[in-house]
């Protein structure tokens, strides 16, 4: 099992920028792939972002470009950098682990409005 608590979510205006952080209460190395996802009011759980172990990334269409995940193995930790930010981004943010697909933190809300 592992736990996952995200952080960094705030209220900012389109075109501002965040930083998540996802800390994992394992090591994330052992763990694997791990990736960012969002959910917005009425709609499905997204992927957004997805890193390797090795540090391979892939992202969604519409966040290509603007936001970008990383990882700090020492720190257990997953970040997603969000840049150019829109209202389109408005959602809870969730991180994940590829290897335990059921387990979900709480989420960070972003919001993205002027």
């Known amino acids: 099992q592992v736990q996952l608590v995200e952080s960094g979510g705030d209220l900012v205006q389109p075109g501002g920028s965040l930083r998540l952080s996802c800390v994992a209460s394992r090591n994330i190395f052992a763990i694997g792939a791990m990736g960012w996802y969002r959910q917005a009011p009425g709609n499905e759980r997204e992927l957004v972002a997805h890193?390797?172990?090795?540090?391979?990334?892939d992202y969604a269409d519409s966040v290509k470009g603007r936001f970008t995940i990383s990882r700090d193995n020492a720190k257990n930790t997953v970040y997603l950098q969000m840049n150019s930010l829109k209202p389109e981004d408005t959602a809870v943010y969730y991180c994940?682990?590829?290897?335990?697909?059921?387990?979900w933190g709480q989420g960070t809300q972003v919001t993205v409005s002027s």
């Open positions: 994940n682990a590829d290897r335990y697909p059921t387990h």
């Open positions: 890193i390797t172990r090795g540090g391979s990334t």
